[in-house]
């Protein structure tokens, strides 16, 4: 195979340049999106504000009924101080939703909460884009 010329080359290295950039810009973003997610819902959760946690999850495709018992598990987690809350990548666990459930957003990243209780509960939140922000992700049933 042929060497390209010079003038080639250069093209390739600036396009190929270009990409990791864009790539490690894109990266970047998402990450900073996930940590003020966190700190939003870390706040939230540090004022007791249930309105506030509840407008940090994407509720597209979300039935009346399922929102309702959902609210009521965040009314319960409020109760329960936290240690930390991070965020953290999607792991190929966290990627397998499936069967009667599917997430009502992509998932990008996860929302890890520590709470302060002696069994080490916690909770995996899944976060996903919605236009230029992100949010919390619902389980939806699969036929919705």
Known sequence: MPIPPPRVRRWLLAALAGGLLAF????????????ALAEDWRRAHAAGDLAAMEAL?????????QRR?????????????????RASR????????GGAQRP???PVGVIEVSFAVN???GARLLAGR???????VVLVPSGS
């Open 24 to 35: 490690l810009v894109g990266a970047g973003w998402r990450e900073a999106g996930l940590r």
């Open 57 to 65: 999850y994407c509720w597209d495709g979300v039935a009346p009924e």
């Open 69 to 85: 018992r959902l609210r009521l598990a965040l009314q319960q987690e409020l109760e329960l101080p936290v240690t930390a809350v």
């Open 90 to 97: 999607l792991t190929p666990p966290d990627r397998l939703v």
């Open 104 to 106: 009502n957003l992509e």
């Open 119 to 121: 069994d080490g509960l």
């Open 130 to 136: 919605s236009g230029l922000g992100f949010r919390l």
